[in-house]
């Protein structure tokens, strides 16, 4: 019987191909946490979760545009062919995947920050809320708590 965690051949060239083409259209909180850091990202952050979790709590350097409103007034809020991050809760939620193929719809280039708002928080990034804003101790299933980064 062949084990379905390790094929007993394994098709390095799909391999490569796979984890690229992830790298390409994903991000993590730590990463986008660091290219926020700079003068120009080089992308805009859209929260594409709607107005009562928007008002529980977002990233500070977002824009919110829920996936819904996204094919309506994209165009309006960022300029065509600008590179666009998105976010939605967590990775229990496709609502990101969601955002990022409206986005690519409308031929932006977009990637995915995986882990969403939750890993955001959990990370212990800032986060903005209606009392200001907010920084979580870092969870240590989710980051190193001496390091802003996951260092790897």
Known sequence: MTSTTAPATIDTSAA??????????????SDVA??????????????????AAWAQGHLPAAVHLPTA?????????IPSGTPVVVYCWGPGC??????????????YPVREMIGGFEYWA??????????????????????????PVCDC
């Open 94 to 107: 496709n609502g990101g995947t969601k955002a990022a193929l409206e986005f690519a719809k409308l031929g």
């Open 16 to 29: 490569l191909a796979h984890f690229a083409a992830k790298l390409a259209f994903e991000t993590d909180p």
């Open 69 to 77: 409103r996204i094919a309506a007034e994209a165009a309006a809020l």
């Open 34 to 51: 660091s290219a926020l850091g700079d003068a120009d990202p080089g992308f805009v952050l859209v929260d594409s979760r709607g107005s």
């Open 122 to 147: 959990r990370e212990g990034f800032e986060v903005t809320t209606s009392g200001g804003v907010d920084r979580r101790t870092p969870d240590p299933l989710t980051a190193p708590s001496s390091l």
